[in-house]
């Protein structure tokens, strides 16, 4: 009988050292969900915010020139003025202080003169594990709109 009770307190050791090293593993993986879904959540908002940004954007169009009576006008965009609008929008709506980092990527514009398109960028820096990302997580949003003229 006393070898089976000597056995079971040594069992008891390797059970504690299982025990711990589950633990460690579930905190270790709760922490890497955690930052992924924080960088996640912060890549929505940035989206979010470019797609409020595309259609500002979208809306500041310019009438184009009509050849014959029977034709509608058409919605004309200017990169230049995409840009402009999209760097108004970001700055009333507080943006810069939201996200770390923000700035409007090269490629915000308008490509084909008929549709707004806006690239943002920013860094999110995850929760619990910014120690090992001192320098955040670069992340991008791209958002695209037209603007169509209707009767």
């Known amino acids: 009988m006393s070898t089976r009770s000597g056995k079971s307190e040594r069992e008891a050791g390797h059970l504690m ?3 711990i090293g589950y633990v460690v593993i579930a905190l270790l993986l709760s922490t890497v969900v955690a930052a992924a879904s924080a ?6 908002k940035l989206l979010s915010m470019a ?8 809306d500041s169009y310019s009438l184009g020139q009509v050849d014959s009576s ?3 006008p058409s919605a004309v965009l200017n990169s230049g003025r995409v840009r402009s609008v999209t ?3 970001l ?7 939201r996200f770390d980092q923000l700035a409007v990527a ?6 084909d003169s008929t549709t707004a398109e806006v690239v943002l960028s920013a860094v999110a820096h995850p929760p619990v594990v910014s120690f090992l990302l001192p320098g955040g997580v670069p992340i991008e ?6 603007s169509r003229l209707t009767r």
């Open 70 to 72: 029977g034709e509608t």
């Open 17 to 19: 050292v299982l025990t």
């Open 39 to 44: 960088i996640y959540i912060e890549h929505k």
């Open 141 to 146: 949003a791209r958002s695209t709109a037209r």
């Open 87 to 89: 760097e108004s929008y």
């Open 51 to 58: 797609d409020g940004a595309s259609v500002a954007a979208a």
């Open 91 to 97: 700055s009333q709506n507080g943006a810069h202080s």
């Open 106 to 111: 090269p490629g915000t514009g308008s490509p």
